[in-house]
């Protein structure tokens, strides 16, 4: 569905940092449970989210549909941010927009903001997890561990990374905590990767009004190159929340009792989505949410879909200003003082489903961390990770038995 469904999901993950109420600010939920310095890291979140969308919209011109959780790259990114020191520190905080807030507060902030997240509804469910997979022969500094627990209640665990296991119980770990509509994050574990990062995102939400399937019909949807697909379409009359100016129309669809919607924003006939998301920044965001009114009469039809989504964010992360942290210039002191550790890679993974019923949405980021070959090491490296040759020799002789060379080693 082109870009259109890939603005939409933005923007629903994105109102869950809002939690859609009457003037379609902060809930009161949110607001009585939040102190200022977590409102600043929601602000500091959505900023980043933003961000992030607009390089990847930008960025990805093979995938029709995108979709990115900006709350859970933000967990997972601000577990690691706790072992960051010096530049690699500074650059974290500028690329997650944390200005003027200490390590205490963005943690104390992070965990006030997943408890205000908890849903207190019956038809919505909103499960975010957190983990720690770190090799059995390396040390991780029991500060950050105590850390991690204290703050974002991750479960920590070592693995022996050269065993399969290490891998099927990453990926278990993933597949429960999204109910298994994301399997698999993890493919393999290099030599030198000692340490694993996760968050995991379930929401299900019911809709307040959900949509009468005998309603759903066949009906062309026109993309932006003029190509016609059919799609099932949705449809009910109710009333809802609405905004529009010269750029597109929008609504709400509340789910259950209203803390959690989707917003839909549809571009005006000459307008295209890259023209909303060419204006997608922190202030007309905050104005566009002022401006919803309730209007008593919407005709509302959405198509039905379901898609996943995976991406690398490591050339986007740099580019907004973190790049440090993926070099072996990286500085990494606070899980381990001694090892020269960097960030080998953050992959992000989503699913969602939408349907009469309401929403399925699961997102998944992992952040491996690897060993540099910078620094002290009592140990001379010597990996046969490339193709090689090899002698046998008789040594009283020197005679040489056997030579060979070898591109492609293979056992059976």
């Known amino acids: 569905m082109k870009q259109i469904v890939a603005f939409i999901l933005l923007l629903c993950f994105g109102s869950i940092f809002f939690l859609c109420s009457e003037n379609s600010g902060p809930s009161s939920n949110l607001k009585n449970q939040e102190n200022l310095k977590t409102e600043a890291l929601v602000n500091a979140d959505n900023e980043f989210g933003i961000e992030l969308f607009r390089k990847i919209a930008a960025s990805d011109h093979n995938t029709e549909n995108i979709m990115v959780s900006p709350l859970s790259v933000s967990l997972a990114l601000a577990m690691t941010y706790n072992g960051a020191g010096g530049e690699t520190k500074a ?3 500028k690329t997650l ?6 390590s205490e507060e963005i943690n104390a902030s992070c965990q006030s903001l997943v408890r205000a997240l908890s849903s207190l509804d019956e038809k919505v469910i909103l499960e975010i997890a957190n983990s720690i997979f770190y090799r059995n022969d390396f040390s991780v500094k029991e ?3 105590q850390t991690i627990q204290t703050y974002y209640q991750a479960v920590i665990r070592s693995l022996d990374f050269l065993s399969p296991e290490a891998i099927t119980t990453i990926n278990e770990w993933v597949a429960d905590k999204t109910h298994n509509k994301i399997t698999k994050i993890i493919h393999e574990i290099n030599p030198d990767h000692v340490l694993f990062l996760l968050n995991a995102i379930y929401f299900k939400g019911i809709w307040q009004t959900e949509f009468d399937e005998n309603k759903t019909f066949q009906r062309y949807f026109t993309q932006e190159n003029d190509k016609q697909i059919m799609v099932e379409m949705m449809s009910h009359r109710d009333s ?5 100016n010269e750029l597109f129309k929008a609504v709400e669809i509340p789910y259950g009792k209203g803390n959690y919607c989707m917003q839909v924003f549809l571009p005006e006939p000459d307008k295209s989505v890259n023209d909303i998301v060419l204006q997608l920044n922190e202030d007309n965001w905050k104005s566009w949410m002022n401006n919803f009114n309730k209007v008593e009469k919407i005709d509302l ?5 379901k898609f996943k989504y995976e991406i690398k964010l490591n050339d986007l992360l740099s580019a907004m200003g973190m790049q440090i942290a ?3 210039g990286a500085d990494f002191s606070g899980i381990h003082e001694n090892a020269p550790l960097r960030i080998d890679y953050v992959k992000h993974k989503t699913f969602v489903e939408v349907n009469e019923e309401g929403t399925e949405a699961a997102a998944v980021t992992i952040v491996g961390i690897e060993l540099t070959s910078v620094g002290p090491s009592e140990y001379i490296p010597f990996h046969v990770d490339r193709p090689f040759l ?8 020197g005679a040489i038995l056997f030579i060979a060379k070898v591109m492609h080693p293979e056992y059976e």
């Open 143 to 145: 500060n950050f561990t």
């Open 326 to 328: 993926f070099t072996n």
């Open 91 to 93: 650059a974290m905080e």
């Open 301 to 305: 039809q959405l198509p039905k879909f």
């Open 390 to 397: 090899f002698t046998i020799i008789e040594k009283e002789t």
């Open 240 to 244: 809802l929340f609405y905004f529009s």
């Open 97 to 102: 927009k944390l200005h003027g807030l200490t």
